[in-house]
């Protein structure tokens, strides 16, 4: 849009032209802000794209604390029966003095270990045995923190990772950049090995730490684990980083979506669209709390040393506060430019009006 500016009298040209360049200034549209590189949905449509590439092998599950099985021996119905598994990991069966042992069998193993016992009592020559979990409530496997449906999955067959957080909704727009695994390892139980794993002692609990990122982007499917019952899978959700201070644009909390991006402190003032004409920006101050105290320690930042590549960016942490002073003498300086640039205005407008 082409703006020109008719000559006028001396006492009304300078009015009339910053009336037309205001309208100049209102015929342009504002420029929209950047979208972030990847939103949650896009993430999302991957792990169920992978989830649907990785799926493991069916396996037999063994028979767990609290599953409910059924028995059937062929021809004698006094043992056909429901039975749940005891929390000591026994079933009982009627005309069988002792108890069974069935937890960590397969569901063939049992059969088998019933038929001895029914031919050493006396009670059948050629028992036939069949056994199936009718109800399995021994592999829970929880899916929680930012996911969008927090659930309880029954591993009845070998899981991955990347099909639990299907299973579960996908992440969601507060989710954090990395995945916990919470595993109480029993004796045989082989260890995890990848790169981004960290494994805790011999039958104790693992803590096993994947970056989502490392799951999503690298391809690589060691990070793709094999997830178990009794797992706990847990998404945290992203920290909050505070911008304050009257030198910044828009002050508040941002909530961290990078994804496994490292948060800056020039990658936050962009999100709070940018410094204010009178920060004093080598005086912001980033608060850190102290695990030790508990207390928020502070430390200067200096930004435009940061801008100008004399100094390195500052990587921020969840709950960091970022404060941005300004500089009094010249904000009252420019408010009080503005109030007499408001009153020349109205006094210009009342007359050409």
């Known amino acids: 849009?082409?703006?020109?500016?008719?000559?006028?009298?001396?006492?009304?040209?300078?009015?009339?032209?910053?009336?037309?360049?205001?309208?100049?200034?209102?015929?342009?549209?504002?420029?929209?802000?950047?979208?972030?590189?990847?939103?949650?949905?896009?993430?999302?449509?991957?792990?169920?794209?992978?989830?649907?590439?990785?799926?493991?092998?069916?396996?037999?599950?063994?028979?767990?604390?609290?599953?409910?099985?059924?028995?059937?021996?062929?021809?004698?119905?006094?043992?056909?029966?429901?039975?749940?598994?005891?929390?000591?990991?026994?079933?009982?069966?009627?005309?069988?003095?002792?108890?069974?042992?069935?937890?960590?069998?397969?569901?063939?193993?049992?059969?088998?270990?019933?038929?001895?016992?029914?031919?050493?009592?006396?009670?059948?020559?050629?028992?036939?045995?069949?056994?199936?979990?009718?109800?399995?409530?021994?592999?829970?496997?929880?899916?929680?923190?930012?996911?969008?449906?927090?659930?309880?999955?029954?591993?009845?067959r070998p899981t991955t990772l990347l099909e639990l957080l299907a299973l579960a909704g996908g992440i969601s727009d507060s989710a954090g950049s990395e995945i916990l695994i919470t595993r109480v390892r029993p004796s045989g139980t082989p260890e995890i090995k990848a790169a981004s794993v960290t494994n805790g002692p011999v039958e104790k609990d693992q803590i096993i730490t994947i970056r989502l990122q490392d799951l999503l982007e690298s391809g690589n499917p060691v990070y793709n684990i094999p997830v178990y019952g009794g797992d706990i899978v847990k998404v945290p959700p992203?920290?909050?980083?505070?911008?304050?201070?009257?030198?910044?644009?828009?002050?508040?909390?941002?909530?961290?979506?990078?994804?496994?991006?490292?948060?800056?402190?020039?990658?936050?003032?962009?999100?709070?669209?940018?410094?204010?004409?009178?920060?004093?920006a080598n005086d912001a101050v980033v608060m850190r709390t102290n695990p030790a105290t508990g207390q928020k320690d502070p430390f200067t930042v200096r930004i435009k040393e940061i801008e100008k590549h004399q100094t390195n960016d500052v990587a921020l942490l969840p709950n960091d506060i970022l404060y941005i002073p300004d500089s009094a003498g010249k904000r009252a300086l420019a408010r009080g430019a503005e109030a007499a640039l408001t009153l020349g205005t109205g006094v210009a407008l009342y007359r050409t009006y």
């Open 1 to 156: 849009m082409a703006c020109a500016v008719r000559p006028a009298g001396k006492r009304r040209a300078g009015t009339f032209a910053l009336i037309v360049f205001v309208l100049c200034l209102l015929a342009f549209p504002a420029v929209a802000a950047p979208q972030e590189s990847e939103s949650s949905n896009q993430a999302n449509e991957k792990i169920e794209a992978l989830a649907a590439l990785s799926k493991v092998k069916p396996a037999e599950t063994p028979i767990g604390i609290g599953d409910v099985i059924h028995v059937d021996v062929f021809d004698v119905p006094e043992l056909s029966r429901d039975v749940r598994v005891s929390d000591t990991g026994d079933i009982g069966l009627p005309l069988i003095p002792d108890k069974l042992a069935a937890a960590g069998l397969s569901t063939f193993q049992l059969e088998d270990k019933i038929a001895q016992l029914l031919i050493a009592n006396g009670l059948v020559n050629h028992p036939q045995v069949s056994v199936f979990v009718r109800e399995q409530n021994s592999q829970p496997i929880s899916v929680v923190g930012a996911v969008n449906h927090p659930i309880v999955y029954q591993a009845v």
């Open 238 to 280: 992203a920290g909050i980083i505070y911008v304050m201070g009257a030198g910044v644009v828009q002050p508040g909390g941002y909530v961290l979506q990078a994804h496994g991006e490292q948060i800056t402190v020039l990658k936050v003032i962009a999100l709070a669209h940018g410094l204010t004409g009178y920060a004093k």
